[in-house]
DNA sequence: ACCGGCGGGTTGTTTTTACAACGAAAATGG
DNA sequence: CCATTTTCGTTGTAAAAACAACCCGCCGGT
């Protein structure tokens, strides 16, 4: 892991690399490997631990009987995930987190990290802060997830969430992190069905699109 | 507002009567009513306190041109609402709330709350500490919301809700907080289709229900 | 180069849902 | 206590999405 990479993140923003190192150690961290597809959490279990992505990226998803699943975000390099679990011990996840492509995980101790420290780590209120802004900004994409299923048409919903994509980029021109399952799946509808929209919508001018690059016009 | 009902919040949890009466000043507080039905945040403003329930109940919801509208959740007396937004200054809702009876509240500036308090508020920690916790909790209720909009059908959407109801309840009998607009609004499925499959299901003896008293079997 | 798997588009069928319209019961308000 | 409005269940119809099956093109491995 490169020097500088954790206080970019939100989680240690504002602390300096050697604070960063020691609370790293404060916080009983460890690092592990996984291979596409591999899940990190699986749903009904409880976790004492968040987890932060060095590199690659992971999606949460919701995952049913029947083999269906629903994403509900994806997490990038850099961003935590589990956070809100390890915030509130002993609930069991109704989530999974699985790697979307060879990622490695960066594990925190939550108890630690939230425990009123005593004065070895002064920095533990900040991380708490960092902590707050990031489970909010969580909230907003649960929110914007929750935006972008609730036109009841397929139609309805990629324009939703596409216009944001856009909004987003400040351009028509976009390309989106999800694959078309990915994306039938967060928005919650079926494939093939989503396929055919979109197809409907390119002959009809809305839009163009090229694998995952977007235009919207 | 009774003395004992702010340290019986998740917020001033861990505080004193007199601590948390001089919060409030600290935090320039004011409380205010609305009628059934009145807008208290309107989607697209952008706002700088967070809404203490007092009594009553809003819930948050988010309007569709057209009239549609989609339930997130509901808040009950003690809780919050806005805080989300409240954290990250300067995002504009894309929610709303809207008071479902006659509901007082207290209205509390999030940047005296989540500003670095010089010593003259030694609790300041405590009450982020609390923030995040609930902030956790609202997480998870809305990633609940998902788990029971991530059914296509809306047999599955009830049936997700119900039995989550019977849980939390401990029960197979319990009441419903909803009405059968807002349990449709909430399920993000058509009212009158849904009311249509209750029956059905009653008549296949999967349940029994009469106004928002529902029984398991 | 061949094979197999995966991602993505197309099509047709079937099931479900949304939608609109209505009536009865219950709640509201004067 | 009556009038009006809201809530909820019912029905039928039209529209839409799910589902299944299939195709093609691409890529990685052998």
Known sequence: ??????????????????????????????????????????????????????????TIEIDSLWGDKTILGRVEAGQLFGETYACIPGEPLMVSVAAC??????????????????????????LVRNLLQISAQKNLALSRRSLHTSPKSIRGRLLSYLSEQARLNGSYQFTIPFSRQQLADYLGVDRSAMSNELS??????????????????
Chains 1, 2 share one sequence.
């Open 200 to 217: 409907k919508m390119r002959r009809e001018g809305l839009l163009r699109f090229e694998k995952n690059r977007f235009l919207l016009r």
């Open 1 to 58: 892991m490169n020097d500088s990479f954790l206080i970019n993140t939100a989680l240690f923003r504002g602390t300096s690399v050697e604070e960063a190192r020691e609370m790293l150690r404060c916080l009983g961290s460890y690092e592990k490997e996984y291979e596409k597809g591999a899940v990190i959490f699986r749903a009904g279990e409880s976790v004492d631990s968040m987890g932060m992505v060095l590199s690659g990226s992971v």
């Open 101 to 126: 492509e060879k990622s490695r995980i960066l594990f925190l101790n939550a108890d630690r990290l939230l425990a009123t420290c005593s004065n070895s780590c002064a920095y533990h209120n900040k």
